[in-house]
């Protein structure tokens, strides 16, 4: 019989992390802890974000809920994933650090990393990029200085003056590539209107400009843009790829959004029979989190993976980008450890 504990966990980013829909440098996630008989421990991390409908506090409740839908076989992944899905709607965070903790707890049975359940190698995992959240011209230059070790970079837009952002991250880091993610703050002429200065600055992966019910719109969009157009926000399940067939390159895979890492691998394929370019990205979360979601890098091609290496205080040590390079741990299950 599975037991589960909760923690929440108090993080803290270096800088405030601000997007076009405001911002923050305090965050508040819940650490999952499942427990089988034999004293053998799953973890798992929800990182809850107002957005998509989930507090600390909502998250907590859910987990009461749940509770009771824990499975008598950890190894029963598929239906317990279901029975979570009937007893609650939505709760995507919720879920996902339960679908982590029993990943983490099956592989720890086994003696293998989670990658290895899916026969993955960890070598293809890509390169992730670093964020730089919206600022003041002068904190924006000294972010991206310190971000010197990371080899590409991601910039928050939807701003009225984006094209001085651009500007000043282009100069300070001449060299090196740049994506841009508008986090739905642009409508269809912005968007069109910014190209052209996208193209100027060399900017090479255009995420979620619209807001997410715009499909049409992000189709134009992708008409009219030379660069891959990738939807963030008008994605979150597997449900949500064949309307985008056609209107965007790719989707954005987040757990926080999908509800568990079965999830994430069933988008994977989806898009990839729709021959969509994929990406994976991240909440701002601990190691624990990012981990769970590092995992199943090797399967992807566009890696934001950013959220543990922008915090003041991560708890946890897990999969790393030093460099920009996902690198895994090689440790049973998530193979995370606490600092």
Excluded at 109 to 135: E, H, M, N, Q
Excluded at 159 to 173: F, G
Excluded at 255 to 281: F, P
Aim: proline letters at 6%; a neutral charge; charged letters at 25%.
């Amino acid at each position: 019989m599975l037991t589960l504990e909760t923690e929440i966990l108090p993080l803290r980013t270096r800088h405030p992390f601000i997007i076009a829909r405001g911002g923050q440098s305090e965050y508040r996630t819940v650490m999952v802890r499942l427990r089988d008989g034999d004293g053998t421990e799953g973890w798992g991390e929800a990182a809850p974000t107002k957005f998509y409908g989930e507090t600390t506090e909502t998250v907590l409740g859910a987990l009461e809920t749940y509770r009771r839908a824990l499975p008598e076989d950890p190894f029963d992944l598929e239906g317990v994933e279901r029975r979570l899905e009937t007893l609650l709607k939505l709760n995507p965070a919720t879920r996902a650090a339960l679908s982590a903790a029993l990943h983490d707890l099956v592989g720890k049975r086994l003696g293998v990393p989670v990658y290895r359940l899916w026969g993955l190698d960890p070598a293809k995992a890509p390169r992730s990029t670093f964020t730089i959240g919206i600022d003041t011209s002068e904190k924006m230059r000294a972010k991206v200085l310190e971000a010197g070790e990371y080899p590409i970079l991601k910039i928050k837009l939807g701003t009225d003056r984006d094209a001085e952002i651009l500007r000043t991250v282009r100069e300070a880091a001449p060299a090196k590539e740049i994506r841009v993610d508008a986090n739905a703050g642009w409508t269809v002429k912005q968007t069109v209107g910014m190209l052209p200065v996208l193209r100027e600055f060399g900017v090479t992966v255009l995420e979620q400009p619209l807001v997410p019910t715009d499909l049409d719109g992000l189709g134009e969009v992708r008409r009219r843009a030379d660069i891959p157009v990738i939807a963030d926000e008008s994605c979150r399940t597997a449900a949500d790829i064949p309307p985008l067939v056609g209107r965007v390159d790719g989707i954005n895979i987040k757990l926080a959004k999908c509800g568990s890492l079965r999830e994430a691998v069933r988008m994977i394929a989806v898009a990839r029979a729709h021959g969509m370019t994929v990406m994976v990205g991240c909440m701002i979360e601990s190691s624990l989190g990012i981990t769970a979601a590092a995992h199943f890098t090797p399967l992807v091609d566009i890696v934001d993976l950013d959220g543990a290496a922008l915090l003041a205080n991560d708890p946890f040590a897990g999969a790393t980008i030093a460099g920009g390079q996902v690198r895994l741990p090689d440790g049973p299950g998530l193979g995370v450890t606490r600092r």
